[in-house]
């Protein structure tokens, strides 16, 4: 059994959470941006842009201030509306450090050592920060603080949100009623973008070669859709197992135009097709950015209206957790 604060009974409020850690590309924009934007006027979103998980690896500082601006900025080109959707950065709301020492202590070191995504980084070699090991904690944190029902989550991050789910449930059992118990939602699979030049693999920040970033220019866009892996069937269908490739750019061809490949034989007529909706998405997106770019000061003051609107909820629940746990109010 689970105990929720039921402070709004049937609310919904979703959490979708970006690192800086490089520049977005197809795969956020199809898999997490447009979903958020298209359920703006249903669902209550925040858009948490997580710049202390940026710190949890080897980080160039400046990159990590570029990249959190640039994000937002592109999140603001691409049709978030902060006055519905607060755009958030994770470290200009202190309460999110704050409730990350108070998880800390109901979580247990092996679960933290447990988590896959902790194995994976921290054999990469060089010295592990402390951080990276506590990193599913502070997301826990970034969960918790705002009452989030859902999360959408793809399959890596699954492990982490339900160390949230077990964090709030056993801070609750504790300590009484406190947290919100969050559900993850999965994004649909055509959604999942997968690298143009391996196609087996999810486009990724930092993986690959074969990735789209959303402010590439055209002809960097169809170069990297020229060089798209296919594979030797000369048939343009859905074959996720043998045609990972093709599959994928299907799949990118549904998700941009709704329409399926017009010529079922030709590898050549797919790629013009996917590069022509590619950058018809992206043109506007890209005009939008280059106004806003101009302008940075209007993003910070985004980003601190966004923090300020979202704060008196962090801070409500700090004060519950705060309570329950035995600190002084
Ligand atoms: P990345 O994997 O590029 O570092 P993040 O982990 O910051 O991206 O994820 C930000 C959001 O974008 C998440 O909601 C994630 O599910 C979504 N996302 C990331 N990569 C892809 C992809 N290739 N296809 C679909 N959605 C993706
Ligand atoms: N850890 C997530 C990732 O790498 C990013 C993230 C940080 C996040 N805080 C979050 C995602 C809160 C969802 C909710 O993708």
Do not use: W
């Amino acid at each position: 059994m689970t105990t929720t604060v039921t402070d709004a009974p049937g609310r919904t409020r979703r959490l979708t959470g970006f690192q800086p850690t490089g520049r977005l590309h197809l795969g956020n924009l199809l898999g997490a941006l447009r979903p958020l934007i298209r359920a703006q006027d249903t669902t209550e979103s925040i858009a948490l842009i997580a710049d202390l998980h940026a710190m949890t690896m080897e980080h160039d500082p400046a990159s990590v201030r570029r990249f959190t601006l640039e994000q937002a900025t592109v999140m603001l080109a691409a049709g978030v509306d902060p006055e519905r959707t607060p755009i958030v950065v994770q470290s200009q709301v202190r309460e999110h450090t704050e409730l990350h020492y108070l998880l800390e202590c109901v979580a247990a070191h092996g679960e933290a050592t447990r988590m896959i995504q902790f194995k994976e980084k921290s054999a990469a070699g060089g010295p592990i920060r402390l951080s990276l090991l506590t990193y599913p904690v502070l997301m826990a944190a970034d969960i918790l603080l705002y009452d989030t029902t859902q999360v959408p989550v793809g399959e890596d991050q699954n492990q982490h949100l339900e160390l949230a789910r077990t964090l709030a449930t056993r801070f609750n059992t504790k300590y009484g009623p406190t947290f919100t118990v969050p559900e993850g939602v999965r994004p649909d699979s055509a959604a999942r973008v997968m690298d143009l030049a391996e196609p087996t693999m999810k486009m990724g920040k930092s993986l690959g070669t074969g990735q789209i970033g959303l402010l590439d220019p055209p002809e960097v866009i169809r170069r990297t859709i020229a060089r798209a892996a296919t594979d030797q069937a000369g048939r343009v269908r859905r074959d996720r197992e043998n045609q990972p490739g093709v599959t994928n750019l299907i799949d990118i061809l549904a998700e941009t135009t709704g329409r399926p490949p017009s010529d079922p034989t030709s590898y050549a007529a797919l790629k013009r097709e996917v590069g022509d909706a590619i950058e018809a998405l992206l043109a506007p997106l890209r005009a939008r950015h280059a106004e806003l770019a101009k302008n940075p000061d209007f993003v910070r003051r985004v980003l601190a209206d966004g923090a300020e609107k979202v704060r008196p909820i962090a801070a409500a629940t700090v004060r519950r957790a705060r309570a329950g746990i035995g600190l002084l109010n």
